[in-house]
């Protein structure tokens, strides 16, 4: 069967143990994903993987790997839309690791006005408080929300746009078909519905502790701007702060 490439890197991001610099070396490697399904297992761009990783690739070179893949996006109601494409994010292009596929549940369109907005998950009053006003403000100025959809401040942050009719984008930690936390289940809809639910993890991937500050390059990547509500000295919230400063966004927190 004849597939196009962008359906050849929905195949090989889905591939288990991929992860996002093992992506885009075999890209190098192999010029594009169609010539790494058709690899050998013998040859010497392949032996350069590790053991594990290359017998997954090697298991996954089959026409049924392609339609299990595609099949989960259809099934769950979403899009995947890869790097080569043009609906995909002009304002992820060029950051550090871009990833190679985005799958979006809602509307995915290039958002020119947008403000992430980041902090702790066990904020104080006052942390609660101004997220909620910050969202609430940018919703009724035309300016889309994002963040991550975590606990504290991420979801607070994202009801304050709410209230106003606000564009909203949560990027995930997980696969976009897994729930986290389980609190925020109609959060899902809500987001989906006013903004969309964005993960460059597959389907089905679980929400691990290594996901969450590699998702950040993305929070801080689709806004023009990043503000720090609360956060812990060693936070992910910082970790996005740092990343929006390599990318030469503005860098803003809040003060009492």
């Known amino acids: 069967m004849k597939h196009t490439q962008e359906t050849y890197w929905i195949w090989l991001n889905s591939i288990e143990g991929m992860d996002v610099t093992s992506f885009y070396a075999l890209i190098a490697e192999y010029t594009d994903a169609k010539t790494v399904f058709e690899a050998d297992d013998i040859d010497e761009k392949m032996l350069k993987l590790s053991p594990n990783l290359r017998r997954s690739i090697m298991g996954s070179q089959t026409e049924n790997a392609i339609e299990l893949a595609l099949s989960k996006i259809k099934r769950h109601n979403i899009v995947a839309v890869t790097r080569l494409s043009p609906e995909y994010p002009i304002s992820l292009q060029n950051i550090e690791l871009p990833p190679p596929v985005l799958y979006v549940r ?48 991420d979801v607070r942050a994202h009801q304050g746009a709410i209230e106003s009719n606000g564009r ?17 289940e109609k959060m899902y809809d809500i987001v989906a519905e006013r903004g969309c ?52 966004k503005d860098v803003f927190c809040c003060s009492r």
């Open 106 to 153: 809602g509307e995915l369109i290039n958002e020119e006005k947008a403000l992430t907005v980041i902090g702790s998950r066990k904020p104080t009053r006052y942390g609660l408080d101004a997220a909620y006003m910050i969202g609430r403000d940018c919703g009724k100025e035309g300016i889309t929300v994002v963040s991550g959809l975590a606990r504290g401040i």
């Open 168 to 184: 909203i984008v949560a990027v995930l930690g997980c696969g976009i078909d897994v729930v986290y936390p389980r609190e925020h």
């Open 197 to 248: 639910l964005i993960s460059e993890f597959s389907i089905g991937t679980r929400p691990l502790k290594t996901n969450f500050p590699l998702r950040n390059r993305i929070m801080s990547g689709l806004s023009k701007a990043t503000v720090v509500v609360e956060a812990g000295y060693k936070s992910g919230a910082l970790i996005t702060a740092n990343h929006a400063l390599s990318q030469g």
